[in-house]
């Protein structure tokens, strides 16, 4: 990512919701380094309070702290850009060039508690508009995809249906090879390696499918990363202009002429 802002005055901190570098780790970093502008891109596409919510919260507190607060930018979600869902359409293309077409394409993201679209939490929406405008772009019929959430805890309801159920009654329906990405994520993880690649796999084929496919997150796939920075670009490039315009030779003059013109006039004045 710092590779493809090279020409910006920018500076680039990792942080982690569950992790390290944590969040308040990049945070210091940044306020070590005297950025006086700060952008923060959470890399969850589809906005939930669980998650881009919570990166905001964390935040808000390491904020809370500073004496001086930084002018802030936060990005809450980018499903809806279309360059987003063009490089997720593309991933799936390239994924079906090497490995066939499937009976059907399974879009499983995150789970949270059917409690939190209740009370208003878009997430269900965003993760059904993700899916719809990437099937769209390839051009599918409704018959060769469908959502499912996964991760489903304890005893409350969660967002239906649920993935791990889908995988033993996808074969009695036919499907019999099935792919399965998971755009809630813009880069895997143990929940897409071992959660969809392992125990739903297993589950699917012991239901009686024949393939089971996952489709990778997206990733470094240099689209992706073109994605983000390109995002990046059109959230800083005014603050950028600023600074550059403040390092600017005939500005710096500028401002020293007007300091040594205004200096005498201030010089020797007491209350």
């Known amino acids: 990512m710092t590779k493809q802002l090279v020409d910006l005055p920018v500076q680039v901190a990792l942080g982690m919701s569950y992790g390290e570098p944590s969040i308040t780790q990049a945070l210091k970093q940044l306020h070590d380094a005297n950025c006086r502008h700060l952008l923060v891109l959470p890399l969850y596409p589809q906005y939930a309070a669980s998650t881009v919510g919570a990166v905001f919260d964390a935040v808000a507190r390491e904020l809370s702290s500073w004496r001086w607060v930084p002018n802030l930018r936060f990005v809450a979600g980018y499903c809806q850009r279309p360059d987003y869902i063009a490089t997720l359409a593309a991933s799936i293309q390239e994924f079906e060039q090497e490995h066939g077409q499937p009976d ?9 508690q059917l409690a939190a679209l209740k009370a208003g939490d878009p997430y269900h929406c965003h993760c059904h508009l993700t899916a719809r405008s990437t099937a769209d772009l390839l051009g599918w019929q409704p018959k060769q995809w469908e959502v499912t959430f996964q ?43 071992e959660e969809i690649a392992g125990e739903n796999r297993d589950a699917f084929m012991a239901a009686g499918g024949e393939s089971f496919s996952y489709i ?22 005014d603050w950028c202009e600023l600074v550059t315009q403040a390092n600017d030779p005939a500005q710096i003059d500028r401002r020293e002429r007007e300091v040594k013109r205004v200096k005498p006039l201030t010089e020797g004045k007491s209350d």
């Open 104 to 112: 059907l394409t399974l879009f499983s993201f995150h789970g949270t």
């Open 216 to 237: 990778p997150a997206l990733n470094d796939m240099p689209a992706h990363i073109a994605m983000l920075a390109g995002l990046i670009r059109e959230n800083v490039s």
């Open 151 to 193: 991760s489903r805890f304890g005893k409350d309801p969660w967002l239906q249906p649920y993935t791990i159920e889908q995988m033993a009654k996808l074969p009695q329906r036919g499907i019999k090879n099935l792919h399965v990405i998971c755009p809630a994520f813009a880069a895997d993880c143990l929940e897409t390696l």
